[in-house]
């Protein structure tokens, strides 16, 4: 079982930065990490996504902006978060892909909040 604890949620200026930690915890193999999000009345999307080997995927909304990476050694995976829009406005959740059957895990969420 991973255990995820998410941090550096908060409220900020559009226009504004900020940087999410997400850190596990379990002895087990960690494959893909990424971080999703979800606003209210919409579904949870997938905002960007780096697997073991650092390759990296982001949402169309967010490349060039947001830049995700890992530390393997501390099992933790961040986005930095720049340029910061109102529609970024979010809860972003943390997802990580774990052991040879890349079981998923879901941190409890950090509320991003961008004021116009």
């Known amino acids: 079982q991973v255990q995820l604890v998410e941090s550096g949620g908060g409220l900020v200026q559009a226009g504004g930065s900020l940087r999410l930690s997400c850190a596990a915890s379990g002895s087990i193999r960690l494959n893909a990490m990424g971080w999703y999000r979800q606003a209210p009345g919409k579904q949870r999307e997938s905002v960007a996504v780096?697997?073991?080997?650092?390759?990296?995927n982001y949402a169309d909304s967010v490349k060039g902006r947001f830049t995700i990476s890992r530390d393997n050694a501390k099992n933790t995976v961040y986005l930095q978060m720049n340029s910061l829009k109102p529609e970024d406005t979010a809860r972003y959740y943390c997802n990580v892909l774990s052991g040879l059957l890349n079981n998923r895990n879901w941190g409890q969420g950090t509320q991003v909040t961008v004021l116009e």
């Open positions: 780096i697997s073991s080997s650092g390759s990296t």
